[in-house]
């Protein structure tokens, strides 16, 4: 019974990993080092006053997704793999991550599932420390490479060892690929220039509607009617910017009140560039509603 066990777990292990030549059961913790690689540095700039650009939050949060990225275990990502055996059990391997504070903790694991809560493993855990610093003009981000590996090995059932899930060397080139391949993780922010207002016009509601649905994009494409109020959504396009626009029409002394909301976006990039013109096309928007609530 114990032989057919080992011969069914090395069987394993060579299917899923294809270096059982180089692998062998551990049965003892030990910790090894990395060799010392030099730090990573990138910049963000921060937006000009008025604009929502590049934030700590969002650096940190776009670091932790890109070492998570090339962290991930083939199309398993960060969930263990699995694969049911003929005992009833199910072998689990891959690698999880978390994250503290500033530490990246990464683990690659190889075990069995027996149960819901009995989870036997050999783990080997690394991490990558990273500092995010913000000065009045920029935010820097540091990332420094993982300086060890711990094993802690686990046993089967009946005390026979699991394979970790690469070895020593293995663990080295896997943990220093990721370092070497990690790059300034991208941000774009996106931002809108917006305004609001009210103003009479001649006609009643139904009309008023009707001319934005001649001259205007009908973004819900459904208008709404509720307590003798028109509610609908339109875009229109004004000196080149596309402007999502929401009205309100009230029946008003015969006549009609219009309430509008404007809304057009921008988009704040890393190296502080930006696509916002600081909302000057807010009053050529406004005026063609007008325009059109007239017409």
Same mark, same amino acid.
């Given at each position: 019974?114990?032989?057919?066990?080992?011969?069914?777990?090395?069987?394993?292990?060579?299917?899923?990993?294809? !270096?059982?030549?180089?692998?062998?059961? @551990?049965?003892?913790?030990?910790?090894?080092?990395?060799?010392?690689?030099? @730090?990573?540095?990138?910049?963000?700039? *921060?937006?000009?006053?008025?604009?929502?650009?590049?934030?700590?939050?969002?650096?940190?949060?776009?670091?932790?997704?890109?070492?998570?990225?090339?962290?991930?275990? #083939?199309? !398993?990502?960060?969930?263990?793999?699995?694969?049911?055996?003929?005992? #009833?059990?199910?072998?689990?391997?891959?690698?999880?991550a978390s994250v503290n504070e500033n530490t990246f903790n990464l683990n690659f694991i190889n075990g069995?599932?027996? =149960?819901?809560?009995?989870?036997?493993?050999?783990?080997?855990?690394?991490?990558?420390?990273?500092?995010?610093?913000?000065?009045?003009?920029?935010?820097?981000?540091?990332?420094?490479?993982? *300086?060890?590996?711990?094993?802690?090995?686990?046993?089967?059932?009946?005390?026979?060892?699991?394979?970790?899930?690469?070895?020593?060397?293995?663990?080295?080139?896997?943990?220093?690929?990721?370092?070497?391949?990690?790059?300034?993780?991208?941000?774009?922010?996106?931002?809108?220039?917006?305004?609001? #207002?009210?103003?009479?016009?001649?006609?009643?509601?139904?009309?008023?509607?009707?001319?934005?649905?001649?001259?205007?994009?009908?973004?819900?494409?459904?208008?709404?009617?509720?307590?003798?109020?028109?509610? =609908?959504?339109?875009?229109?396009?004004?000196?080149?910017?596309?402007?999502?626009?929401?009205?309100?029409?009230?029946?008003?002394?015969?006549?009609?009140?219009?309430?509008?909301?404007?809304?057009?976006?921008?988009?704040?990039?890393?190296? #502080?560039?930006?696509?916002?013109?600081?909302?000057?096309?807010?009053?050529?928007?406004?005026?063609?509603?007008?325009?059109?609530?007239?017409?």
């Amino acid at each position: 019974m114990k032989l057919n066990k080992v011969a069914s777990l090395l069987l394993s292990f060579t299917v899923l990993t294809g !270096c059982n030549t180089t692998l062998i059961p @551990s049965s003892e913790e030990k910790t090894f080092q990395f060799e010392n690689i030099p @730090s990573k540095e990138f910049k963000y700039i *921060k937006a000009p006053d008025g604009l929502i650009g590049v934030q700590v939050r969002d650096v940190r949060s776009h670091t932790i997704n890109e070492l998570k990225r090339l962290s991930s275990w #083939g199309r !398993c990502n960060l969930s263990l793999c699995s694969k049911s055996t003929v005992s #009833g059990l199910a072998d689990k391997w891959g690698t999880t991550a978390s994250v503290n504070e500033n530490t990246f903790n990464l683990n690659f694991i190889n075990g069995e599932l027996y =149960d819901s809560t009995r989870f036997k493993k050999t783990t080997t855990s690394t991490s990558f420390q990273f500092d995010i610093t913000e000065t009045e003009n920029e935010i820097t981000l540091t990332l420094h490479s993982a *300086k060890s590996a711990h094993l802690k090995p686990g046993r089967n059932a009946i005390g026979i060892p699991y394979f970790p899930l690469l070895n020593e060397s293995k663990t080295k080139q896997r943990v220093e690929s990721i370092f070497n391949s990690f790059t300034k993780p991208k941000i774009t922010k996106k931002g809108s220039h917006r305004s609001t #207002g009210e103003f009479n016009v001649p006609f009643d509601p139904a009309s008023v509607i009707t001319s934005f649905e001649r001259l205007a994009s009908r973004v819900n494409a459904q208008d709404s009617t509720i307590e003798r109020k028109y509610k =609908d959504s339109f875009t229109l396009k004004v000196d080149g910017k596309y402007a999502h626009v929401n009205l309100e029409v009230y029946l008003y002394r015969g006549k009609s009140k219009v309430a509008y909301s404007i809304s057009y976006p921008y988009e704040v990039y890393d190296n #502080g560039t930006h696509t916002s013109d600081s909302g000057k096309a807010l009053s050529s928007i406004e005026k063609r509603v007008k325009e059109i609530a007239n017409s």
